[in-house]
């Protein structure tokens, strides 16, 4: 969602609400999107510090919706290989800071296909309590984002390398 | 080693020398270094992008010296909560890039011991060919660096969460 | 203004609108500030690329609201001693790549009242259309940014220096 | 100088040394460099911040050599339009927390000829003590830094704009 205006309509028909990183500082759509009860993913701005993201989370809870997930989507950085700079330690960081789901973006953070399952990894190592993965049928064919997205196999294959039970062993 | 005028001495005593990250751009010490013979951990300068990193490493294999392993110690950010920040996509980055192996050091690059093991966790994970953990019996007396040092005690339960089995299987 | 159904009440009361930083990929914001056909001064985003900042820019022309200030703020930076980087070369690229007036905000970007002299004698010199800054009859009693603002004697004495006399004095 | 062994044979020809950005934290080189009794001109580190800068200086005027230069000549930023990011701001906080002279290379802070002179200007306005400029008889054949060197009509040209005169004529 991007529009005040739009909100309504868009609650209508899904299941959660994402704020992307250009509008977390947007705060009458934080307040419009809280007050539809459904959950909301935050994402963290382009350079947003940990305490402003947790601060522009707080516009959501004050109106009573305390369904807020963040998401750590990279920030901006100086990098050729790169779209973004995947900020890893920003998970256990807001572990220890607050009670919020976190989840992490490797598509955007990292922005090349090739990357994101060994990235994948790591943020469910580090603690991350979810991924977003952008999925695609043709990569090549798609209307963005398409060097970031993962076909349906590539997407199967890192699924296989994240699996309940390997994860469980290793790291609980 | 910082000063070239003591590199032989330093060579004679230890098994392995380290290039800070305030040396990577050094290039006379890097190929003093270098015609030691001995293996060189080369750690990446404060804002040294992935290429200027390979380009050091070059002044010390150029020399006949092979033995080079690059440290990623975490690049300069605006954070209020780590000493800097660790950059993850290095590794799976340099591992496309050349046959070097590559390490991380997740003491430098976040600075607050509680940190310490999550993120190293996550650089298994990623793929990191090993670990630099400072490590000290007494990180309150430590005379630099003891907040961002392991007791032995942390070391230990660190060390059980990173063993060989649990690892292979899961990532392998 | 920061919320899109504030536009109306404010166009009626001020003369020009101004979009802050946190606001300025709040495109929906940029479209209805627009149609008020109030002059727009649009300040640079947190860590927003000259690019961004342009199309950002574009936002409100596409509206045929061709009134529009473009106003450089710093952008985020490590550093101890200011509140942000003030980007001065931004000037000179603006005037390259734009027909857009920009100006330059030394308040917020250096945010320590004894070194905006100085920063906004260099934005003249650089090229800057003009300047905004931060006065306040009793700077200690502000209730918001008092740390970076002139009192009414400081201001008296920067405006008499970034006159044409005691600039050729000042600088040569 | 690079090489803490050519410092003195360099110091034999050469009227000032320069300590480049890749080895402002190469404090060996720094005492050096310090015993020749030479001025020295101390650009700042890729990413250093202003305290490691001034600290860096220390080497130096620890050894007795109190003709130190420092240069600021842009930081590490993400900018598709110059080559680094001119902190212009270091002007007025070094003269506040030293004594030393402090002066501008535009040349490496912007990296293109045409953004040199407006900021060459704004670098005599804040304060600067002085400017290192790239000058070339035939910049496009210059085998290092041409696209950001001027030919003598260029700065023929804008050396007659940082005469009193034309500062008036200008910016008033």
Redesign the interface.
Known sequence: V????DVEIVAEYCDILQIGT??M?????LKKVAKTNKPVLLKR???????EWLLAAEYILSEGNFNVILCERG????????RN?????A???IK?LSHLPIIIDPSH??GVT??IP??S???????SDGLIIEVHPNPEQALSDGQQSLNFEQFKSLYE?LTVE??T???V
Do not use: C, H, W
């Open positions: 991007v529009d005040v205006e250009r509008n500082y947007n705060y009458p759509l701005g382009f350079s947003a510090t940990i305490d920030i901006r950085a100086n990098s050729k290989y790169t700079l995947l900020d890893i330690s998970v256990p960081i220890e953070a990292v090739k990357y060994p990235v990894r790591a943020a469910l190592a580090v603690g390398q390997t994860i062993k290793t790291y």
